[in-house]
């Protein structure tokens, strides 16, 4: 069993993972582009297998295009039913994300 | 109306709904890696390297008898159209898709809804068109045609002023 508090994503390496619950929640940034506190929400998911290793951690973005990526499987949990692959590329304004997700076999 | 981002959960939304066993991938690049690139780095590593300039195509879908190109809009669905074009030529030059094994490729233009004129263009270029529509897409939809209309616009207002009242703004 692996313990970190998050799962950081290596550019251009994908990463498989199992979220168990989720939470929305509102933070404090400071804007790089005006050096501001701006609020903004956050999505946090915890994981507890990361590329099939058990893990104690989370996976948290403020990104709100990235946390698009996962609304449909929040209603109901529906996360719990899949391992998502993601990759992300590029940095900053440019981050992408690549998203794959797959069904987990019937417990 | 303030910018939210709809499309990325839209697709989400579809290949979910549709295609809930998998088999897909989304943000897709696509495009050749120059030779140079590839010669000097591998195909792998070039791709990385060369990813920031690639057009991404919104997800890739694969079975063994087709590999559709997906893109999916909630406005614009004729711009749509010439990118799926143009997103074919360029999947036909890409060499790092994900699960492509040489089956052929598939255009799939996915709206909540199309004019005649929409599904005819579609059609005559080769399209499958898919008709998706959420209930959170009616309801933006019902938003976006009252933005502007006195009652809500007022009602806007008020909020604002509540919000800059309370020191929320």
């Given amino acids: 069993m692996v313990l970190q508090n998050y799962v950081i994503l290596q550019p251009g390496v994908p990463a498989r993972l199992h979220f168990t619950s989720h939470r929305i929640f509102a933070k404090t940034i400071t ?59 590029g940095s900053g304004w440019q981050t992408e994300y690549q998203i794959q997700a797959i069904p987990r076999p019937k417990r | ?101 040489g089956q052929p490729f598939i255009m799939r233009l996915v709206v909540p809804w199309a004019l005649d004129w929409i599904k005819q263009a579609a059609e005559s270029h080769g399209m499958e068109l898919a008709i998706f529509l959420p209930p959170w897409v009616e309801d933006y939809v019902r938003l976006r045609q009252n933005y502007f209309t006195s009652e809500v616009r007022l009602a806007r207002e008020e909020k604002i002023r509540l919000r800059e009242q309370f020191g929320l703004e």
Avoid at chain 1, 48 to 58: F, K, M, Y
């Fill in chain 1, 31 to 89: 804007d790089p582009g005006t050096g501001r506190p701006k609020p903004i929400n956050a999505l946090e998911f915890q994981v507890d297998e990361l590329n099939g290793q058990p893990v104690v951690s989370a996976y948290s973005t403020i990104s709100q295009k990235h946390a698009q990526d996962f609304a449909p499987y929040l209603p109901g949990e529906r996360y719990r039913d899949y391992d998502f692959i993601l990759t992300v590329s």
């Fill in chain 2, 1 to 101: 109306m303030p910018r939210e981002e709809r499309e990325r959960r839209y697709v989400a939304d579809y290949l979910l709904s549709q295609f809930p066993a998998g088999g897909w991938v989304t943000n897709v690049p696509l495009g050749p890696i120059p030779e140079e690139i590839i010669a000097r780095h591998g195909l792998v590593a070039g791709g990385k390297l060369f990813r920031p300039s690639r057009p991404r195509i919104d997800a890739v879908r694969w079975t063994n008898a087709g590999y559709w190109l997906i893109e999916g809009k909630i406005r614009e669905a004729k711009a749509a159209i010439g990118d799926l074009l143009v997103y074919k030529a360029l999947a036909e030059k890409t060499p790092d898709l994900p699960n492509y094994d």
